[in-house]
């Protein structure tokens, strides 16, 4: 790849040190560079603002440091990086920068094409989400009926009583959460404190991440920060050797982890390894190089 000796690559960040250590390093690697890119945190990213040139880019990790780019940048380039793809579309609208990104999580369609294959229960699927989302609820509805499903959705304010007594009253219409990458709803323990009264319920959650798994949710399709960072390599290459910024998009390779005691509990069979590949494009955790 060739870059620009001027250039400079921020990674935007509010995370653990040795975290965004990791992920430079990484990234690092498959950009093939040495010393372009720069950790840095929002205050000083703002300090430094009015130093960024056209060619400049931003990683930035996590919705808030999305959010924070968009808001504060008027030139350079600007790549979102562990965010949803509502979250992504709620801010891009803010950004008057290129910006492009790789979501988190998995298509709505894929999740309902694995979702057909082993649930069976006629109630709607329910989607909780907060204020900082914007969903098109008609085309999360059509493309729902594609595969024999319904959703209803709520919005809720962001507290951990008002996200618990919304999931409350969802449960009375739905048996299973169809949860989205909303990092404002999931917030401080929000996540475990639903996934703990959803357990209690017989309910279930279908999760984003394999942390949703882990923590109690049926299971998840995802993909691992490894071909996350490949797919973003490949948009900054895209973008600093052509001038032209890809869509955000998820990376190809995914993959899919269950929660072996809830796949029990609910007598759920489970589609063998090789039909995963051969029909829905995913690897299962045990089996997924």
Known sequence: ????????????????????????????????????????????????????????????????????????????????????????????????????????????????????????????????????????????VSTAAKFGFDFVFWQTPTDRISVLRSLTLLMDESDLIFSIVDSQLYQQGNAQDMLKLLFHQQKVMVGSSFAFVRAGALFAIHSDAKNKLALLSLMIQNWCTKGRMVEAAYPESLRVSFNPYLVKAHGIVLPSKLYLKDQFGLCSDSNCQ
């Open 1 to 140: 790849m060739a870059f620009q000796a001027s250039a400079s690559i921020y990674v935007l960040h509010d995370t653990e040190e040795s975290s965004v250590r990791s992920l430079t390093f990484q990234l690092s690697k498959r950009l093939e560079i040495s010393d372009s890119l720069i950790p840095i945190r929002p205050p000083h990213f703002l300090n430094n603002i009015s130093r960024m040139d056209d060619q400049d880019m931003v990683i930035a990790v996590g919705r808030d440091s999305f959010q924070q780019a968009c808001l504060s940048m008027s030139r350079g380039a600007v790549f979102a990086l562990f965010i949803g793809e509502e979250e992504y579309q709620a801010i891009r609208a803010s950004c008057s920068v290129p910006t492009s990104g790789v979501f988190s999580g998995a298509p709505i369609e894929k999740r309902l094409a694995l979702l057909k294959a082993i649930w069976l229960n006629p109630k709607p699927l329910a989607v909780l989400y907060s204020d900082a989302i914007n969903l098109d609820q008609a085309s999360m």
